[in-house]
C-alpha cells in the first residue's frame, strides 16, 4: 500500500473504530498529530504505526488525547474579554437567568474565566449564570472538572489570571506544589458533560455560545454544518463568539448580525432563527 494509502487507511479506521471525526479536520492538521505519535512511539512508517495503533489501546487513547489538541488557558485573548463582559452585562441587563455554553471547552479554564469574570463584575449577576462546559475529550474533561491547574515553565498561570485585578478571591493558590485550584464558589456556576460538536446534535435555549479556536482544525466544508448545530443552539437574539483567527462561513452568515467584528462576537438575529430551526 502507499504512504498515502496508508495514512488514509489509519485515518479512516480512526473514524469508524475510534470514534474521532477525521473526514472533518485538514489532513496537515491530522499528519502533524499522527505524526507525533509516530516520533514518540519510535515508529518509522504509518503502516508501522497502524500495526501499534490497532493492537494498543493506551496508544488509541494517546492519539486520541492528541488529536483533541487542548491549548487553552484563563482568560485567552483578553481584548475578547472586554467583549465577553460587555455581553454579560447586557444579558444580565435583559435575563433573569443567563444559559452560557461553552462549547470546546478544554481543560475547563474557558468556563472557569466565564464565572470568575461574573463573580467579579458588580454589573453581572453571578448567581444567575449557569455555565454548560462541553468537550471531546474525556481527559481534558476530567482536569476540568478537577478545576486543579499546574504552572509550567512555559505556563504561567498567575499572568493569565490576572486579567482580573483581584483573581486570588477565585483561585487557591499552592506555591510549593505551583498548583491553582478553582474555588467551588467559581466551580459551582459549571456543568461539565462530553459533546462531539461534529457526531452529537444541537442543544437549545442558549443566550450565548462560546466556541473558539476548534474551527481552526476543521475543514472548510464541515465548518457550516458545526456552526449550523450552534445557530440551533441559540435562542433568537443570543450571543455567539469564535475564534479571532476563526471566520464564519459564508453559507451561515446570514444568520448572524456582527457586533464586534474584529473580537468575533456575533448575534443571532429573530429572523434567521425562525429560518434555521
Ligand atoms: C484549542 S482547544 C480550544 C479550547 C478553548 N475553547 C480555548 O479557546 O482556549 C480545542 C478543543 O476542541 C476540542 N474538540 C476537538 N474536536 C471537537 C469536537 N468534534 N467536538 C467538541 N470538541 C472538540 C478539543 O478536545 C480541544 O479541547
Same mark, same amino acid.
Given at each position: 500500500?502507499?504512504?498515502?494509502?496508508?495514512?488514509?487507511?489509519?485515518?479512516?479506521?480512526?473514524? #469508524?473504530?475510534?470514534?474521532?471525526?477525521?473526514?472533518?479536520?485538514?489532513?496537515?492538521?491530522?499528519?502533524?498529530?499522527?505524526?507525533?505519535?509516530?516520533?514518540?512511539?519510535? &515508529?518509522?512508517?504509518?503502516?508501522?504505526?497502524?500495526?501499534?495503533?490497532? $493492537?494498543?489501546?493506551?496508544?488509541?487513547?494517546? @492519539?486520541?488525547?492528541?488529536? +483533541?489538541? $487542548?491549548? !487553552? =488557558?484563563?482568560?485567552?485573548?483578553?481584548?475578547?474579554?472586554?467583549?465577553?463582559?460587555?455581553?454579560?452585562?447586557? @444579558?444580565?441587563?435583559? $435575563?433573569? &437567568? %443567563?444559559?452560557?455554553?461553552? #462549547? #470546546?471547552?478544554?481543560?475547563?479554564?474557558?468556563?472557569?474565566?466565564?464565572?470568575?469574570?461574573?463573580?467579579?463584575?458588580?454589573?453581572?449577576?453571578?448567581?444567575?449564570?449557569? %455555565?454548560?462546559?462541553?468537550?471531546?475529550?474525556?481527559?481534558?474533561?476530567? !482536569?476540568?472538572? &478537577?478545576?486543579?491547574?499546574?504552572? &509550567?515553565? !512555559?505556563?504561567?498561570? /498567575?499572568?493569565?489570571?490576572?486579567?482580573?485585578?483581584?483573581?486570588?478571591?477565585?483561585?487557591?493558590?499552592?506555591?510549593?506544589?505551583?498548583?491553582?485550584?478553582?474555588?467551588?464558589?467559581?466551580?459551582?456556576?459549571?456543568?461539565?458533560?462530553?459533546?462531539?460538536? %461534529?457526531?452529537? =446534535?444541537?442543544?437549545?435555549?442558549?443566550? *450565548?455560545?462560546?466556541?473558539?479556536?476548534?474551527?481552526?482544525?476543521?475543514?472548510?466544508?464541515?465548518?457550516?454544518?458545526?456552526?449550523?448545530?450552534?445557530?440551533? +443552539?441559540?435562542?433568537? /437574539?443570543?450571543? *455567539?463568539?469564535?475564534?479571532?483567527?476563526?471566520?464564519?462561513?459564508?453559507?451561515?452568515?446570514?444568520?448572524?448580525?456582527?457586533?464586534?467584528?474584529?473580537?468575533?462576537?456575533?448575534?443571532?438575529?429573530?429572523?434567521?432563527?425562525?429560518?434555521?430551526?
Amino acid at each position: 500500500m502507499s504512504v498515502d494509502a496508508t495514512f488514509a487507511s489509519l485515518l479512516e479506521y480512526v473514524e #469508524a473504530e475510534l470514534g474521532f471525526a477525521t473526514s472533518h479536520y485538514n489532513t496537515s492538521y491530522l499528519n502533524r498529530r499522527v505524526s507525533s505519535r509516530m516520533r514518540r512511539t519510535g &515508529s518509522d512508517s504509518y503502516e508501522e504505526y497502524f500495526e501499534l495503533l490497532r $493492537n494498543e489501546t493506551a496508544e488509541q487513547r494517546a @492519539l486520541l488525547d492528541s488529536l +483533541s489538541i $487542548n491549548v !487553552t =488557558g484563563f482568560f485567552r485573548n483578553p481584548d475578547v474579554w472586554e467583549g465577553i463582559r460587555d455581553v454579560l452585562r447586557r @444579558l444580565t441587563a435583559e $435575563n433573569e &437567568s %443567563i444559559h452560557v455554553w461553552s #462549547a #470546546a471547552c478544554a481543560d475547563g479554564r474557558e468556563p472557569y474565566s466565564l464565572s470568575m469574570l461574573a463573580h467579579d463584575d458588580d454589573e453581572i449577576d453571578a448567581s444567575n449564570v449557569h %455555565i454548560l462546559a462541553t468537550d471531546i475529550s474525556e481527559s481534558a474533561l476530567e !482536569t476540568a472538572r &478537577s478545576g486543579t491547574y499546574t504552572e &509550567s515553565r !512555559t505556563v504561567d498561570l /498567575g499572568d493569565q489570571l490576572a486579567f482580573l485585578s483581584e483573581y486570588e478571591e477565585y483561585v487557591d493558590h499552592d506555591p510549593a506544589a505551583q498548583t491553582y485550584q478553582v474555588t467551588s464558589t467559581v466551580a459551582e456556576n459549571v456543568t461539565f458533560e462530553r459533546h462531539d460538536l %461534529i457526531n452529537d =446534535g444541537p442543544k437549545s435555549g442558549f443566550d *450565548l455560545v462560546i466556541c473558539r479556536n476548534l474551527f481552526i482544525y476543521i475543514d472548510n466544508e464541515h465548518k457550516q454544518s458545526m456552526l449550523e448545530t450552534i445557530a440551533r +443552539s441559540l435562542r433568537s /437574539g443570543g450571543y *455567539l463568539v469564535i475564534g479571532k483567527a476563526e471566520t464564519i462561513p459564508p453559507n451561515v452568515k446570514s444568520a448572524f448580525d456582527v457586533r464586534k467584528g474584529r473580537l468575533r462576537i456575533y448575534q443571532r438575529d429573530a429572523v434567521s432563527s425562525e429560518r434555521t430551526n
